[in-house]
């Protein structure tokens, strides 16, 4: 039944690679990020593949909806709600996967989040 409720949450048009419920499953996840409750990013494979984890309501979980490189190199991932229903008003978080696009910095590389928050929100990874 769980499998089920996750799979109605997740969005055919994600511009992620893979999502899930929780914290990434593989990398070097921050020991306080249960209890900061702020987005993270983790490679997976470095130079290759990381993960980004957002908190918000477990019935209606933010998705990326798009995925652009900007002309300074910057990974720029719009996040939607789309709330067809009732939501949770639990924080549990959730793990999009992407690939690092080709045309990227990765040196460090630099993850723009809009639509996260207030504001936009940018992480780095080393």
């Known amino acids: 039944m769980v499998a ?3 799979a109605g949450c997740s ?4 511009a992620a690679d893979r999502s899930y419920a929780g914290l990434p499953e593989s990398g070097n996840v921050p ?4 209890i900061n409750a702020e987005p993270i990013a983790i490679w997976i494979e470095e130079g290759e593949s990381f993960a980004v984890t957002t908190w918000g ?3 209606c979980p933010a998705e990326p909806t798009s995925l652009e490189t900007t002309d300074a190199g910057v990974v720029d991932i719009l996040f939607d709600t789309d709330a067809g229903g009732p939501c949770t008003a639990d924080l549990a978080p959730m793990t999009h996967e992407f690939t690092v696009p080709d045309d990227a910095a990765t040196a460090p590389l630099v993850i723009s989040l809009r ?9 780095m990874l080393d």
């Open 4 to 6: 089920l409720l996750l």
């Open 11 to 14: 969005d055919a048009h994600s």
């Open 31 to 34: 020991p306080d990020a249960e």
């Open 57 to 59: 309501s477990s019935s």
């Open 115 to 123: 639509g996260v928050g207030e504001a936009p929100l940018q992480l």
